[in-house]
DNA sequence: CTGAAAGCGCTTACAG
DNA sequence: CTGAAAGCGCTTACAG
């Protein structure tokens, strides 16, 4: 396979027999242009393998075709997975997909976001918790008019497009699970309360415990931080404050991890003594041992989406449809089966 | 803050009493002009906020400032300690880091590697395992004259960047370091042989069993593929095979989580009957319950480096100085204290 | 060591 | 619905 020659659109032009700018029309999905003359255009360009110079593009039309993803998250794997849904609508589309972590200064990821527009040009804007919780963050955004998508914000937002679960439902019915399971004494281990979205799985856990027959008395609140070592903590003050609790609802699938394993060696089954349900579905929550059964939303399927209602936003110039609820599903293993 | 207006070449020039052509080559690093020049330019941009217009270069100078890292890992922190350390270095020299999953097609990643190529210029090109063992690859890249570089390269390759530990070297220290706990009766997982510095690793533990007075029928090889699970099944075989086996050997962290996780599910304590030590020092080794002691290697050092040295490449056309050792240390913790 | 001019491959008003 | 011309902000030979 040898490298095939660079064409530029003025080879695509002269092949197809039309003018340098109906070719870049076809190319930017500009409706003023007929149907023949389109896929006439696109038949020379596949059959020459052109691709637009993406530098030339900028430099002319003052855009980047950079889409943006800012996140403060630890958890690769959900970045990852965002990345690969960004990416698969990106490349449809000629767009570059990028991510950047964004260090918060008094609590706001305001002056993050500023020093890096300072440097980068983008054409719209990701956020995920906690960013996407971060109305100073949004507001900026909003004045420079960049369209952007926030992957579940806490609150509806009025503005930009909105992608997200129901979480609060989601953490009903994974209880309701649970509780189905049979068990009388549950735990919860909460995130972060800077995460919109855990109070909300936590306000279903609570939902579903009132529409029981489970009295409150049986429950407990172990506050968690989302990341692996709290689930161990959550484990020991289970042991101190409830020694009975035969299930457990941990808000990520990490802290489940970390449960799980301060409960195998403190030698108690799981999930024979010890049921815990996760949220996420991530990696982890199929390669532990146990698997653990988790609540799964399609993050991937959420950034692919919200990167497409980005890039339509970014080309008509005005936004249509803006909230995009996702389902999400329980999926059973062993951890609790 | 306000959005500083965008100054362009000229702006500098005029501002400086320069020519464009002198603020051009001192952005590009150009050798050829007076260091009083070159700080006035430089004093003038960053008063004024100045950065090149990445577009713009691009397309004069037909380069296109972009690193890309070709991998096929599923370890999501690995691959982003090695993004952190090419950013930082991209970063400094006004280049832009890129990360591209492989997909192998017959035992291979070139196919996967000529397709990216086909779409995206790069001007370097980083290599981890299991790609940077591809010979097919390299061939490729050297074919364009790619500048490139490797990390942890099996084998010293004769061209190209070399960023690498001696891998055989750590796994000695680190089974030296088992043997000197007292342990007897050892055992070593394997990573995938396909990666070369898998059997580097493997090389060393045998070296230090050969020179202590540990006799061989005392000592197991249990073969793994790096992920969580072999871990739990090398346990498992382990316990079948050599149930008196007190200390081993993961070629990496997210098999002796899956070997201690198996322990502790089947009562084992950890570190008191069974002693167990990983490598890469990952997140994963940090926040284990027990927590893991692990060979260090610093990813994120070696790939800064790499990204350095092959910028230097790039600029001057040609490559000195190409290998480059790393050191490692032991990160004692609990699992093996 | 430094300058004036052409050109990289597109898009964008402007006309028609 | 379509075309001819200017221009985006740089770099690159080419001169000197």
Known sequence: MTISKKYTIEDIAEHAGVSIKTVSRVFNNSPNVRQQKRDLVLGVARDLGYRPNISARQLASKRSFVISHFHDNPNTDYLSEIYDGMRRACSEQGYYAVAEKLEPKKGSYRHALLEYLLRYEVDGVILSPPVSDDNSVIREIKKRGIPYALISPGKKKKD??????????????????????????????????????????????????????????????????????????????????????????????????????????????????????????????????????????????????????????????????????????????DSCP
């Open 160 to 333: 930009g497009i909105n992608v997200f679960i129901n979480e609060r439902d989601a953490g009903r019915s994974i209880t309701d699970f649970l509780i189905e399971r049979g068990h009388k004494q549950l735990a919860f281990i909460s995130g972060l309360d800077s995460h919109a979205a855990s109070l909300e799985r936590e306000a279903g856990f609570w939902e579903a415990i009132a529409a029981s027959d489970i009295p409150k008395k049986n429950v407990l609140r172990l506050a968690g931080d989302f990341s692996m070592q709290s689930g161990f903590r959550a484990f020991e003050k289970l042991t101190k404050k409830a020694p009975n609790v035969t299930g457990i609802f941990a808000a990520n699938d990490e802290m489940a991890v970390g449960t799980i394993v301060a409960a195998l060696r403190a030698g108690k089954k799981v999930p024979e003594e010890l049921s815990v349900v996760g949220f996420d579905d991530s990696p982890f929550a199929r390669s532990m041992w146990p698997t653990i059964t988790s609540l799964a939303q399609p993050i991937d399927d959420m950034a692919h989406l919200s990167t497409q209602k980005l890039i339509d936003w970014i080309h008509s110039d005005r936004l249509k449809e803006s909230q995009f609820e996702f389902a999400t599903q329980i999926i059973v293993r």
